[in-house]
């Protein structure tokens, strides 16, 4: 049985997003707007190729485009797949409060059987 929440969700999306460094990445291109490998590199604890590895996992799940420019590319946040995650994330936060709701009032009639 199928809630559907599960097949809204894009797995390879929430991974990327799962981690910090890619996490931190996407508020730093927020926050500037736009950034290169060696930019954020120098705002970040970790070497210019593990940036770079990382802004390919979020370039393939659209959460950043690339553009070339010179010797790199510059990326920007894609608003619109950004958006799509936190739809996403509203969405199953939004199934877990009804889950979490009906085990509440489980955990209650079974209070209220004990107690009679």
Known sequence: MSTGVAEQVDDD???AIGDPTRRRMLDLL????HGTATTL???????????AKHLGVLDRVGLV??????????YRVDDAQLA???AQ??????????RLQRIK????????TRQD
């Open 65 to 74: 485009r690339g553009t070339p420019e010179g010797r790199e590319k510059r």
């Open 84 to 86: 799509r995650a936190v």
């Open 13 to 15: 999306l929430w991974s």
């Open 89 to 98: 994330l509203a969405s199953v936060g939004s199934a877990w409060d009804a």
């Open 30 to 33: 927020l926050v500037e707007g």
């Open 105 to 112: 009032r489980i955990a209650e009639a079974i209070q209220r």
């Open 41 to 51: 590199s120098q705002q970040m604890p970790v070497t210019r190729q593990a940036v």
